[in-house]
């Protein structure tokens, strides 16, 4: 079975409902490493999107894919940056719950 013979709207079903998935533990989810792969689980949508309507829409040429690896990129980066922050945050305060990180109030 080649690319071809699955329709752009299989591929934008499973983006979206990846996408769905991602927003849903961001909002319901207290622990900040959940949070943080939840942000890759949408970015990973996004990479899906980016190469199915590459696939469909450019043929030969290489936009989306370029895309693709942008983003992929900015996740790694996001990640890691992400995962410093919380290792320092987790040997202050020794916890991981987003409700009780409160460094900017007074």
Avoid: H
């Avoid at 299989?10 to 849903?24: E, H, N, P, Q, R």
Wanted: proline share 1%.
């Amino acid at each position: 079975m080649t690319a071809e013979a699955i329709p752009l709207q299989a591929y934008l079903t499973v983006a979206a409902f990846l996408f769905c998935i991602g927003v849903w533990g961001l909002i319901n989810s207290r622990n900040a490493v959940r949070v943080l792969m939840c942000i890759e689980l949408m970015l990973n949508a996004v990479n899906l999107n980016l190469m199915a309507f590459s696939n469909y829409l450019d043929g030969q040429l290489v936009r989306g894919q370029v895309f693709a690896i942008f983003v992929i990129t900015v996740a790694a980066a996001e990640a890691a940056v992400g995962l410093a922050i919380l290792l320092s945050l987790y040997r202050n305060r020794e916890t991981v719950d987003m409700e009780k990180f409160n460094l900017l109030r007074w």
